[in-house]
């Protein structure tokens, strides 16, 4: 994990990745702070990459009541 | 003879009042048919009730007693309409009590003209008639109805001000907030939706959920959304998504509709449900101009299923994977101008001719000399450190000289390849090494190292500290 920690959300993680390029594009980071954020955008940027991967495959659809009804069987099963 | 319409009074005080005099009065002229002395059966023995009397008898004097009751105008909801080849029947609803009524077929027609349309269920109305009594036959059964003669649809006004009273109560218990403090996921992973089985907002709920590039978990909660006996189902759904767990957000959505189709939004118990609901719950029930009251409290209201899709995945995804393969390139290349900025003068020697080779060996033998004047430990370090860049120059140097035409191209494209996608700490692992000030900050030149004095040499594996001789 990066210096900041883990990223709370997809919104913190995608703004820190913006100021991060933003950084890199004013060319005035040193050689030494290019590499350490190259190395969060790099974490950044995969924690957003598994977000929206984890919505990425096809749509899966339940039914409320077949779910209910599947952990009541379960609850009673139990 | 006075018993026999004992039973036909209402014997409540209150009935009494709707009732009148003039109901009870009316009651003489049928005592003539009911006569029990026309009756062939004998009673009860013991029994000091009079009769028995014919049912039919007393059936056409329960109906002219009814009949007699004051004529009145009854308000409440109107249910269970069904209509048959001469009437047509519903109900007259409210919290405490309920009236089956029927209306002529001809005075049903003349109130639809009237009013354009025919009253729907669910409607709040104001039915003008008076008791009735059917007294059925030997092959049919008797009925009690409100006989209907006139009837109009309550206004909006009505309905808007007893929903506007209920908005302020709800407002005042600090009911509209909790919904608006839920956090709510950028990407949720499923979203549970409360909408008509077989609406048209199903279908927008997922057009615009691909539209986005959305493609989780979808949890359907169908539930009736029409009329108000549809807001425990709905209620009870919303807490079911609540309960199974995973569900990120909830939509309830339907298609538009008269406001008093959307009488079941704004149900005092399913906003109440709602608002302490820790399930946050996306409305699309209304239109801009018929708001209902689970808009309110929900914890944001849209005017269409497809907003409702759209403000439940807030972010477009299919955008958001092209913007991010494109920040994620544009990082690569800043890492890799950075680091190409900086391997580039190391990537010359490599490329450079003999001459000026022969010109760096010979520079360093000479700081190895300087060096070996100096302090002995110091001039060990540097000296192993030095004889070893000196032996990879020379390395390089006839590496260089043995083929420049063929091994060089070859050489250099590897170089590029390695350099293009990698780490600026692969080039430190191939051998290279970065001049820092004792601060971290790169040296890229002899003049910045001669003014540092003190340097520290980064390796891959560690940074060593190093003093530069003033001479040059």
Redesign the interface.
């Known amino acids: 994990m990066s210096a900041a920690g883990p990223p709370l959300s997809y919104e913190a993680a995608s703004a820190r990745v913006e100021e991060i390029i933003k950084r890199l594009d004013s060319g005035e980071a040193s050689l030494g702070e290019t590499l350490e954020l190259v190395k969060e955008g790099k974490t950044l940027i995969e924690y957003c990459a598994g977000e929206l991967e984890s919505v990425s495959g096809a749509l899966e659809e339940l039914r409320l009541d077949e779910l209910v009804a599947r952990l009541e069987r379960e609850s009673e099963g139990a | 003879m006075e018993g026999a319409y004992a039973g036909l009074v209402p014997s409540s005080s209150d009935a009494g009042s709707v009732v009148g005099t003039a109901a009870l009065a009316a009651t003489a002229a049928v005592a003539a048919t009911a006569d029990p002395g026309e009756t062939s059966a004998r009673g009860i023995p013991g029994s000091e009730l009079p009769g028995p009397y014919e049912v039919g008898d007393y059936a056409a004097a329960l109906r002219g007693k009814l009949r007699s009751f004051a004529q009145v105008q009854l308000t409440g909801e109107l249910v269970n309409l069904r209509e048959s080849r001469a009437r047509v029947y519903f109900e007259l609803r409210d919290g405490r009590g309920a009236m089956p009524c029927a209306v002529w077929l001809k005075d049903w027609e003349a109130i639809r003209a009237r009013a354009g349309t025919a009253p729907a269920e669910g409607t709040q109305v104001v039915a003008a008639g008076g008791c009735d009594f059917y007294p059925g036959s030997a092959t049919s059964s008797p009925g009690f109805s409100f006989a209907v003669s006139d009837l109009r649809v309550a206004g909006e006004g009505d309905l808007l001000a007893r929903i506007e009273r209920l908005r302020r109560k709800l407002a005042a218990e600090g009911l509209l907030e909790p919904q608006k403090l839920l956090a709510r996921?950028?990407?949720p992973?499923s979203i549970?939706i409360v909408t008509g089985e077989g609406g048209k907002a199903r279908e927008d709920v997922?057009a615009a959920?691909?539209r986005r590039?959305?493609?989780?978990?979808?949890?359907?909660?169908?539930a009736p959304v029409q009329d108000r006996h549809a807001a425990p189902l709905i209620g009870r759904?919303l807490q079911?998504?609540a309960?199974?767990g995973e569900v990120d957000v909830a939509i309830v959505t339907r298609g538009g509709g008269s406001l008093a189709d959307l009488l079941c939004f704004c149900d005092e118990s399913l906003c109440r449900t709602v608002a302490l609901l820790a399930l946050p719950v996306i409305a699309s029930v209304g239109h801009h101009t018929d708001r209902t009251l689970l808009d309110d409290v929900a914890a944001v209201s849209c005017s269409t299923p497809t907003h409702a899709a759209e403000a439940a995945?807030r972010?477009d995804?299919g955008r958001?994977?092209g913007?991010?393969a494109v920040?994620?390139a544009?990082?690569r290349a800043?890492?890799r101008r950075?680091v190409i900025g900086?391997a580039r003068s190391l990537g010359l020697l490599s490329r450079a001719p003999a001459s000026h080779l022969e010109r760096q060996r010979a520079l360093l033998h000479q700081r190895l000399r300087e060096m070996r004047a100096g302090s002995r430990r110091r001039a060990r370090d540097e000296g192993e450190r030095t004889k070893v860049r000196a032996l990879v120059l020379e390395r390089k140097a006839s590496s260089a000289l043995l083929d420049c035409r063929v091994r060089r191209p070859r050489e250099l494209e590897r170089l590029a390849l390695a350099l293009a996608g990698h780490?600026?700490?692969r080039t430190l692992e191939r051998g290279y090494a970065?001049v820092?000030t004792p601060q971290?900050?790169?040296i890229g030149s002899g003049a910045a190292a001669r003014t540092a004095g003190r340097v520290r040499v980064r390796f891959a594996d560690e940074t060593v500290a190093a003093e530069i001789e003033a001479r040059r």
């Open positions: 996921p950028l990407i992973r549970g997922l959920l691909a590039g959305w493609a989780g978990r979808v949890v359907w909660g169908f759904a079911d998504l309960a199974v995945v972010l995804c958001a994977r913007e991010l920040a994620a544009r990082m800043q890492s950075a900086r780490d600026p700490q970065l820092q971290g900050a790169p």
